[in-house]
């Protein structure tokens, strides 16, 4: 009877083995190499956008004091506050959705799901790029006028 159970404990070990194990990946070596290529593009386009967040934030505080200190309203700091918030959402909803897809996936769609986050990270550069240049312009603007 002890070696009946011993031999069932065994099968029922090595059957619930092998039901686990991970899909494995059918891509080519040049497929995993190219994955790995935009993946590189789409992290350093968000590193370099990464490293404005701080900007952003300043920027926003400094137009702030600015318009609290100002008597009149100024339209354009006002919209200069919504492009460095607009650009710091869209950050951070990007790293929110953003998954690098497994090599266990369909290669195409793999490809294109990276092609198009690439694509959505560059408009968040521009943006914020665009936000803070003209942030920039105005504080600049607001400090000559003031000295």
């Known amino acids: 009877m ?3 159970g011993t031999a069932l404990l065994t099968v029922f070990f090595i059957s619930c083995g092998d039901s686990e194990k991970p899909p494995k990946s059918t891509w080519t070596e040049a497929q995993l190499k190219e994955k790995k290529a935009i993946v590189k593009e789409v992290m350093e386009v968000h590193d370099v956008t990464m490293a404005f967040m701080d900007e952003i934030h300043n920027s926003i505080s400094e137009l702030e004091t600015l318009k609290s200190n ?3 309203t100024n339209p354009n700091v006002d919209s200069a506050i919504q492009q460095l918030e ?4 869209n950050m951070m909803n990007w790293m929110r959705n953003y ?4 090599d266990t996936i369909n290669y195409d769609m793999a490809k294109k799901y990276l092609l198009e986050q690439k694509a959505e990270i560059q408009k968040v550069e521009i943006q914020t790029n665009i936000a803070l240049e003209f ?6 603007n607001a400090l000559d006028t003031t000295n």
């Open 86 to 89: 607009i650009a710091d959402e």
């Open 70 to 72: 100002n008597d009149s």
């Open 2 to 4: 002890k070696i009946f």
């Open 135 to 140: 942030s920039s312009k105005l504080l600049s």
């Open 99 to 102: 998954r690098e897809p497994k």
